[in-house]
């Protein structure tokens, strides 16, 4: 059993009288408050830090969401990341560097479309380079493994807020 697992049965126990009280989509909304102040704030904090920035226009930070997909009687699912298409290889990496040896192992072409990237391999836009992967540079994942605890607190918090604003 996790610590969330645990921190999250506690959780219920405290505001079920709260929960009886709320409608499904003011769950949900309190849910996904918690969840856009710690993950996705995180997720896009990791994009701009750090060597590998790796965000030349901001359409991928700009693009994290989060969305509430199903809301049960007992369990909440939530989704947060992005629909832009290179965000995948981005978080994975690709070709021999990808994680798991999941990547094409043999090299290929490409015409260089992004000034940032034929800044960083000397070439110019427009001209072919031979490429054999990006090393993974996680966004997504580390945000949720760092912000679990920042989640739940942050969770209670609001909840707690919820509570007194009621006279719960």
């Known amino acids: 059993m996790s610590i969330s697992r645990i921190q999250i049965n506690k959780l219920n126990r405290r505001f079920s009288k709260l929960q009886n009280k709320l409608s499904t989509d003011e ?3 309190i849910v996904k408050r918690s969840l856009i102040e710690t993950i996705e704030v995180r997720a896009k904090r990791n994009l701009a830090m750090g060597e590998h920035n790796n965000n030349d226009s901001g359409a991928l930070a700009a693009s994290i969401r989060t969305d509430v997909i199903d809301m049960g009687y007992t369990t909440t699912s939530v989704v947060v990341g992005t629909d832009i298409f290179y965000a995948v290889y981005l978080e994975y990496g690709t070709g021999i560097y ?3 040896g999941n990547g094409r192992q043999t090299p290929w072409t490409f015409i260089i479309e992004s000034p940032k990237l034929a800044q960083m391999v000397g070439k110019q836009v427009g001209d072919r380079l031979m ?3 990006s090393r ?3 966004f997504l994942r580390p945000a949720w493994a760092e912000g679990q605890e920042d989640f739940l607190n942050n969770l209670i918090n609001l909840f707690n807020n919820k509570r007194k604003e009621m006279k719960v």
């Open 27 to 29: 769950i949900a909304k």
């Open 98 to 100: 990808a994680e798991n």
């Open 131 to 133: 490429w054999r992967g």
């Open 136 to 138: 993974p540079h996680p």
